[in-house]
């Protein structure tokens, strides 16, 4: 596959570099940028030195869509809405790695992003790219939403309950924490060191945009519209990684072990996702990889189903994800590129 | 006030010497130790030297009753237990920043710590130490349990609606994410430096200590049994602090504004408690400080109550709130040795 | 004492702020800033929340000298000097937090700093405050350059085998790593959280500001001007701290045991410097704290002394040191205000 | 190559899997251990789940020998010294990653480490594994020892000048930081988190063990018995990385740009050195691959010459290096397993 990515300021565009740097079948052979062109890729990200003989070039949709097999747009939100019709009629399969097309319903988008979507129609084709549930989607689509990191972890964390009609929707609590790479590679106060270090803190509670991304994924699963859910972020003192508590009430008793059964079931054919039940799951053992690790456990106290899930957010919360549905909609290996093992300690 | 200190091989026990380097009012008499009688303060507890010139003593009940007008042991479950009669016997205030008298009904306590209480009479005299919610029965109290570093910041989380009866009990729903500290000062793999940074990770999901300990604190509030409640602990890469999500269906509407203003009349009196409008709680900014920093919002979309909650589980969350209670006890101004700023960055 | 601050901004005012308000002696009369005129301190720097009842004023050098005992100004360079000449001129003692007045010479100050000093008479008169090695000139000093945070570490590293003439200054070899605070508050790349944590790297190599400085130091200690020595500066993630290696040829046999009972002597009457025998200095058993930890060992093997040292930046390296400069001016306890054991951990 | 790994309860042997899972010649055939016997390796390394279908075998060093064409010994020193001749005999190549075989002349171990050697006449044939600087002494050898972490760091930064002969030998001052995963996996206070986050330290000044392995190097590079060197290890907050500061006398007048133009071309062949001009090495630059960066500087006003590098110590700094060492002595791509860029941030 012949590739090309729009933006590498940020994390996911450089991370999608790493990862295809060692993609057995993919060649990144364009790299856009508004900023950087005419930079070497391993000036620019210097940890590429090496690995890239490439130059960053202009950002040209109709060239991007002509010169590639597909094309990663991981760009603020409001940019890959305006390529995507070009890139699109050239022939290119897009994999948005932004938000611009994760919501099924275009009018639901000014609500939580503050503008008017500006191709409607075209989010109505995207298919949301989270490759565990809706992989046969994802193999035919030619425009693919690649989910937000806490969606990612969340919907993860609850699909198996959630598809069995085990849990009360509406009872849905999700409580996450992330690494400050989740809020982008822009200093700014909030995530500057001294005073992100040795500190943990809320934000955008309640009202963050990844609220209605998760109820859309439930309703994709159910069916049928999904009840508001609560959703509460937290900013942690680490780089990379996604921890997500989901808690909602059963509607029946089952015991943690037959859960962690139904999720084993569930999760049979995906290499990415490991239920754990002798252990919780930690970022630091997903980091740097694909994998998402994920432990259910029933509360026989309160009734409630507790679930655990631990992504690395540039992995597959971002870039690994992308690459992931990239190798499901080529019909090659899904773990292309992607199959390697965290980095710990 | 003659103070003494039992167990200062822990985190609390040496916080506790370093407030009380700087109070006013009291002077440490007596440090008892099984593991460093002879050794002087400041070799032992190198940040302190300069400050005592005092050497540790054997743990002997009778004397650290008789020579000092309160004492405070700082000691794993088990041992407070088997010390207090004979303290309480000597004359002196007994503040156990310990577990052993948090639990009004010592039957109890063996499902949570595998034991059966020792003196289960004397638990039923203790005062459950939380200041701001049970000031006056502190003041009379001879004997004090310290709340545990969680409790506290659930318990000043919900307090305002749990008393003003905003919330059902029964869905409520609380994430912590607390410092490495409140683990401990014994090194375990868990809390090796290189397996700890960069990781988050849940821990006693469901069933940590603290679950039943969050309850009874509810039920006292409210005078009636609080039904079970969900509690899910988290361990992240930083040193201090515990920054709490509680999350509960709220009975009736209510806009924030008039929420925060609710939870201002109900802390109006309490110095140590902030509640905030306009920022999130962060435990940066009181770390080393005795604050507990309050956020309650609500969601009007699922129609409940979302509060953030931070403290410095060392010093609110042990040590301090330990001094606040022997200060309100002995009728002295309940900031005496614990006004100063969180230090920051 | 009334005192002034001009610039909460960054890190060393806001500290100074910390600092001042348990200090017993000191009232803050006036805190100016070009930014936050009008508002509260305590919203401004929400951990000082409720520990000031002032508002933010305009800069007026003419009004802080009148209505102050005591300035400190907390400014980039460039600044305090144009506010110099009328602080003074009102009466008031000046102590800059910031690099303007710290070389006796002002025609180095281009070089380094890259713009002409402009006021280089009062530069003359300024006294270096570094307590432990010139607390007589600053008892008699109006105008008083507090030393930078590298600096004070490596003068105090050096300063007793300097000062006895046991080493070759020209062999001086300095290498120390700082947290990131020492940046400044301002949110830049290199400081961002995911780029900084476990990130360990060096900057300003050779040509650090700091480094005339400490040759400067070294030559009011011997009387002569000193040699070029080689200071190397990294960044490493923390917040708070700096840890000094110094190594330099020792010009005659000299025993560890012995170099430590001189070091001892030398700072007999400084109750912030610890001279540590039997572990090293850490920056954490430092912090929060005015105290400097120096461990000086003997390399028998090459014929060096390496010293150890640690210091928090923000306080013996900035606000701390003002404060102790400030007490030292007017006559106090040296201590007021700054006897404080660090926190920990 | 079939692969023998003996010791992966530290962090070395975990890495040795990590890297050998994605190379494209290896395949480990033995994993052999005391305390995992029986156990799968994804269950004891849970990062590894889904990577192995291998158990831990007991540690028989013949059976090591016959089973593979290439053993890892990743085990405290002294325990290689017993296996080596067993495992040399059965035919396989031995690489020791620990520090059983670095010295060339056993009679210097016991001052180091403590006991007596007990193979000296296998520590002469043993070649010392720094592959940039003796890479055809290790393409014809059976018994590698794998280089310390510290010394890979300093030999890289120092080779260049040192084989050209521009610096004094005896002037050569070393000061390294650390991530704390150098000092392996085993849990002690020093590296509890609490007291590591936000500490850095020195540590074994002087006199730490890789001073001779340092001095030893230099003696290889130049033929000469190297006089003694200064070497300063610390202790920062962070899991990996090796950052060095190597500083030594000019013995003449060169340039910055030409020194970096004779380090580039010392380095031309070397895949894994990156000899940097406009930037400084980071570690995060580094994290989780096996390159070293250096970045030599002329100071001028010193005559010095300044060089900072940067390794992962657990990569290019222990399994990444024994790798590297498996190719270059089986005359496969050098690069082999080990191509892949940092993971950052």
Not at 12 to 32: D, I, M, T
């Amino acid at each position: 596959m012949k590739v090309g990515i729009v933006g590498t300021s940020g994390y996911s565009g450089a991370e999608l570099l790493r990862l295809l740097a060692g993609h057995p079948q993919a060649k990144v052979e364009y790299v856009a940028s508004t900023s950087k062109v005419g930079q070497k890729v391993g000036e620019a990200l210097p940890s590429l030195h090496r690995f890239y003989d490439l130059t960053f070039e202009p950002v040209d949709a109709k060239a991007l869509g002509a010169r590639c097999d597909v094309v990663f747009t991981a760009t603020p939100h409001g940019i890959a809405m305006e390529l995507a019709e070009e890139i699109l009629a050239g022939g290119a399969v897009l994999i948005d790695i932004g938000s611009d097309f994760r919501f099924r319903d275009a009018e639901a988008y000014p609500e939580w992003y503050g503008s008017v979507h500006k191709c409607p129609e075209l989010t109505k084709k995207a298919v949301y790219g989270l490759v565990e549930l809706f992989r046969s989607a994802i193999s035919g689509a030619d425009l693919i939403a690649n989910p937000g990191c806490y969606p990612t972890s969340a919907l993860l964390a609850l699909a198996p309950a959630v598809k069995e009609g085990l849990i009360d929707l509406d009872t849905i609590v999700i409580s996450s924490v992330s690494g400050v790479s989740g809020a982008g590679a822009t200093p700014k106060p909030m995530y500057h060191f001294p005073d992100c270090v040795e500190n943990a803190q809320g934000y955008g509670i309640p009202g963050h945009r990844h609220t209605p991304e998760i109820e859309q994924g439930i309703s994709l699963l159910t069916g049928e519209v999904a009840p508001p859910i609560s959703f509460a972020p937290h900013l942690i003192p680490m780089s990379r990684g996604i921890l997500t508590h989901a808690n909602a009430k059963l509607k029946s008793d089952i015991k943690s072990d037959a859960m962690v059964e139904l999720y084993r079931t569930f999760y049979k054919d995906s290499a990415f996702v490991r239920v754990l039940s002798d252990r919780f799951p930690q970022t630091k053992l997903v980091a740097g990889s694909n994998f998402c690790d994920v432990a259910p456990k029933v509360d026989e106290r309160t009734g409630r189903l507790l679930v655990e899930s631990a992504i690395d957010n540039l992995v597959k919360g971002a870039a690994g994800q992308a690459v992931q549905n990239m190798n499901v909609r080529f019909g090659i290996d899904e773990r292309a590129g992607l199959w390697a093992p965290a980095i710990t300690p």
